[in-house]
């Protein structure tokens, strides 16, 4: 029953209401989603292929509209980074889920679910590549993290394969220096672009995201095989963490753990989660 409700509320999450077609949202309704505080997250957990223990969460934006409904993050990020509000936007989900972790990390929490458990728990946050160039968003972040004394070895900043690639290269001072106070940094989408080896080396990611779209093709398309085999080969090599997103079945979910693929995320596992379901799913998980 527990899953059910929270399967509902998150399909009532992602579902657009009626009639309310989502490219009739304009940059001053987003500025005004900022203002009043409608964006909000979903978690999802990432697990160990081989046990299925919780390592991580990600955290995904959520726009629910009181007169358009509900806007996919497909459609409101592009346009908060056409318009210059993605920096506001990324400074305004990372404080929710460093909120957040503080909570599900903190003694009461552990009490509540019986053990500690998630006061390891690493979080993921997405940053667009166009942030890359802004220092003070980055310095903002890392005072949001000591202010609620969360260290920075548990934050993920992920950046899609294409933008990072382009980008990164250029912005390599940004991403060396976000290394060297602690932040994880991981390519995610990896597959869908044409990055090569060389430049993966010379960047400092220590995570690596096979995109979805072959993932959930793994059992029907030997192609998309062929990418996740090498896309974790590489990864390996390389000392990356290898994460698979888009685990939809437990037949991809053996597969996947037969190449070595460390982490995985999907439906499977779960759905993104609105923060209260996230520690139901816990619980009900954790006791079974
Ligand atoms: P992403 O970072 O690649 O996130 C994974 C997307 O796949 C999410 O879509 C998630 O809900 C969905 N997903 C997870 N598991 C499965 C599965 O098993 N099957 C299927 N079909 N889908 C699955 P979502 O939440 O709609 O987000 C879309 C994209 O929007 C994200 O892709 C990310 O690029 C962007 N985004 C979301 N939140 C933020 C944010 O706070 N900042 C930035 N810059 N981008 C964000
Ligand atoms: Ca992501
Ligand atoms: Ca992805
Ligand atoms: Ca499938």
């Known amino acids: 029953l527990l899953h059910q409700a929270i399967e509902s509320r998150e399909t009532a999450d992602h579902s657009p209401a009626e009639g309310n077609a989502p490219r009739d949202v304009n940059v001053q309704d987003l500025e005004e989603a900022l203002t009043l505080g409608q964006i909000h997250l979903a978690y ?33 990020i592009p346009l908060a980074e056409a318009h210059d509000l993605i920096d506001r ?66 934050i993920v900043l992920e950046l899609t394969e294409t933008s990072a690639m382009q980008d990164a290269i250029t912005s390599l001072d940004t991403l060396t220096r976000l290394r060297l106070q602690g932040f994880q940094l991981s390519i995610d989408d990896f597959g869908t672009g044409y990055s090569s080896m060389v430049q993966l080396v010379r960047l400092p990611f220590s995570e690596i995201k096979v995109d979805k779209r072959f993932v959930m093709t793994a059992n029907d398309s030997e192609e998309s095989r062929a990418v996740i085999r090498s896309v974790v080969e590489l990864g390996r090599s390389l000392g990356l963490n290898t994460t698979a997103e888009g685990v939809e079945d437990g037949e991809t979910l053996a597969y996947l753990d037969a190449l070595k693929c460390d982490l995985a995320q999907g439906y499977l596992i779960s759905r993104p989660l609105p923060p209260d379901a996230f520690l139901d799913w816990f619980i009900a998980r954790e006791s079974q």
Not at 99 to 120: M, N, P
Request: net charge neutral; charged share 25%.
């Open 89 to 154: 936007l990324t400074l305004q989900v990372t404080e929710q889920a460093l909120d957040w972790l503080a909570d599900i990390s903190s003694d009461d929490t552990a009490r509540r679910v019986g053990q500690h458990a998630l006061q390891e728990t690493v979080l993921s946050l997405n940053v667009s590549a166009r942030s890359l160039g802004n220092v003070a968003l980055f310095d903002a972040i890392l005072q949001r993290c000591r202010e609620r004394d969360i260290a920075p070895e548990r």
């Open 44 to 76: 999802q957990p990432k697990v160990r292929c081989r046990t299925g223990t919780i390592v991580g969460v990600e955290a995904l934006a959520r726009w629910q509209h009181p007169r358009l409904g509900f806007i996919p993050p497909d459609v409101f």
